[in-house]
């Protein structure tokens, strides 16, 4: 879906022919691969970080393998990355932003932290905050569930690797952050708001985890959920009706997009 907007609808593709990449672990199948490159995506495989270590205990069993995230730290070859979870929809193009104050680099206020190594001397990490499901639209600030805390699964870096062998520093500590929500809880703690390297707030109307109907109409971007379970999630009709129509517009595109791609290969070989 992500591949398609990004890339391919005329609503909400990347002006600026930003690229898309996709990180894909090693249960990521070859043919779900070439079926991402094929769709225009850069598909980058990664492997798994698994720190030596027990003190990490993952609210759900499925979050084992998230501290992959931190990899997007080591593509270098990219000046900032925005990172969003594949349960994403957009309503429209991303591309500005990367123009928000929030999203710009600042500079460490240390060179190092006690035991957690050395920081890097520039940084940038944006993130929205999380609301439930009834909020106003834009948000206000009695909606948030906290006002210092980020959602994982939508955020802006800047790849650094000592950045990474910060993060890599800090699993090593035990409970050193609490460990249910994983990678979350990990650059919440990295970039909280009174340590050296605070996190920079992304307005809302760039992302709504949880979101309601109210949000699509007064222009999110992005909303952060999973679409294809509105009716087991029992979300508003509309809300649900918009993922079902985009959902089915993807599903067309793709459909004769392949379509057309058999056809040509049938009449060239036919020619042949």
Request: aromatic share 12%; charged share 30%; hydrophobic share 40%.
């Amino acid at each position: 879906m992500l591949v398609y907007q990004i890339l391919h609808d005329p609503v909400t593709k990347s002006q600026k022919g930003l690229p898309m990449i996709v990180l894909v672990d090693p249960l990521v199948t070859e043919s779900k691969r070439q079926r991402l490159e094929k769709d225009g995506a850069r598909v980058i495989p990664v492997e798994y970080l698994r720190p030596k270590t027990t003190w990490l205990k993952p609210l759900k069993p499925r979050w084992r393998d998230l501290m992959v995230k931190l990899r997007l730290w080591e593509l270098q070859e990219y000046d900032r990355i925005l990172f969003m979870d594949s349960d994403t929809m957009l309503a429209r193009p991303m591309d500005d932003i990367f123009d928000e104050p929030g999203a710009q680099w600042q500079g460490s206020m240390n060179n190092t932290v006690a035991d957690e190594g050395q920081l890097a001397p520039e940084y940038v990490m944006a993130g929205v905050l999380e609301v439930p499901r009834n909020h106003s639209y834009p948000p206000k600030e009695e909606d948030f569930f906290s006002l210092d805390i980020f959602n994982g699964g939508f955020f802006i870096c800047a790849p650094s690797q000592r950045l990474f062998r910060h993060y890599k520093k800090i699993l090593e500590i035990p409970q050193r952050f609490n460990s249910d929500l994983m990678e979350m809880a990990l650059l919440n703690y990295a970039h909280r708001k009174d340590g050296p390297m605070p996190w920079g707030r992304l307005p809302n109307t760039w992302s709504i985890r949880n979101p309601n109907w109210r949000d699509v109409e007064g222009g999110v971007a992005s909303v952060h959920e999973k679409w294809w379970k509105a009716q087991e999630f029992k979300l508003d009709w509309e809300l649900g009706h918009w993922f079902r129509e985009i959902g089915w517009k993807m599903q067309g595109f793709y459909f004769y997009t392949d379509w057309d791609s058999r056809s040509n290969k049938g009449r060239k070989s036919k020619r042949a």
